[in-house]
């Protein structure tokens, strides 16, 4: 698999450093907020890589995972929206990438899940994204606290996006649904066994260091109960305030109390340029 030229790793110990600072952190996550939910329009579908319309300027991030794992949901939370994106009760659900304008200037990828009622196409096309999307600035893969473990699957993706050198964040997600006594016990297996994965990876191979990317967060991965509202508000569930700052940040935003444009994403020069007034396809 070809490499892509070495973006640093993305460091996220200033925004999540959470043990001693409460308050900044608290309004981080509050701009994070704010930036998630200043908008979420839904841009276009793409079947395949060549149906995704130009884009030199928008940062974007792709959502990643089994079908039925939660990723249309992941992203509504993400947002705050019920139904921005089709959520189903069965496996197959999105059957297309599916591009949102997210806040001021952000764009998340909703993707057909792999595994059980996926089909091998579309698999190669999110292969054939991953590795030519020149704006892709990392991806969010989702784990299923159910099923205890990363599949074959998810550990062959998360091998994939580490050779490609894509920036990676791995959210558990579903917690509300073990009992809360266990989830230190199970995440902390699945932690450990997707950072075996990564460990087993040259870390001279595209000069990927997974270790720099995941570390300083409190535990090593992500948990969230996406799916689930609290005090009548989707989004506001457990987990996504830490989720939405890393995201952020992955994609070259700088997070304190506003969030803004990190050297990494200030390549264009130019105007800025609304959702409205680009040209999608
Ligand atoms: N309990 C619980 N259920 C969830 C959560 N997130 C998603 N679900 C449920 O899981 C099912 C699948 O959710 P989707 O968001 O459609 O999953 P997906 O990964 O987009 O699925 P495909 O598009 O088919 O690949 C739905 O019934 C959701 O309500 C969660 O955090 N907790
Ligand atoms: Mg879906």
Same mark, same amino acid.
């Given at each position: 698999m070809q490499c892509q030229s070495t973006a640093a790793p993305v460091d996220l110990r200033p925004t999540l450093a959470a043990k001693g600072a409460p308050l900044p952190v608290v309004r981080q996550f509050a701009a994070a907020q704010r930036f998630f939910e200043h908008g979420c329009d839904f841009l276009y579908s793409a =079947?395949?890589? %060549? #149906? #995704?319309? %130009?884009? =030199?300027h928008v940062p974007e991030i792709v959502v990643l995972g089994a079908s039925n794992v939660g990723k249309s949901s992941f992203l509504n939370a993400l947002v705050g929206r019920e139904g921005r994106a089709k959520v189903g009760q069965r496996p197959g659900k999105t059957k297309l990438m599916n591009a949102f304008g997210v806040g001021p200037r952000l764009i998340l990828v909703d993707t057909p899940g792999y595994g059980y009622r996926s089909q091998a196409a579309w698999g190669a096309e999110i292969l054939k994204y991953l590795e030519m999307r020149q704006r892709l600035r990392g991806a969010v893969v989702l784990l299923s606290l159910i099923k205890r473990q990363p599949s074959p699957e998810d550990l062959w993706v998360l091998r994939a996006l580490a050779e490609l050198n894509t920036r990676t964040l791995v959210v558990v997600t579903k917690a509300d649904r073990q009992r809360p006594a266990e989830w230190p016990l199970v995440c902390s297996r699945m932690a450990d066994a997707v950072l075996h994965e990564m460990d087993s990876l040259d870390e001279t191979v595209c000069g990927y260091r997974w270790r720099a990317a995941v570390a300083g967060a409190e535990s090593d991965v992500y948990v969230t109960a996406a799916g689930m509202d609290v005090d009548g508000k989707l989004g506001n569930g457990a987990g996504m305030g830490g989720v939405r700052a890393a995201i952020l940040q992955m994609a070259g935003f700088d997070v304190r109390a506003e969030v803004t444009k990190t050297a990494d994403n200030v390549v264009y020069a130019g105007p800025t340029v609304s959702f409205d007034d680009i040209q999608w396809g």
């Open positions: =079947e395949a890589l %060549r #149906h #995704h319309p %130009r884009n =030199e």
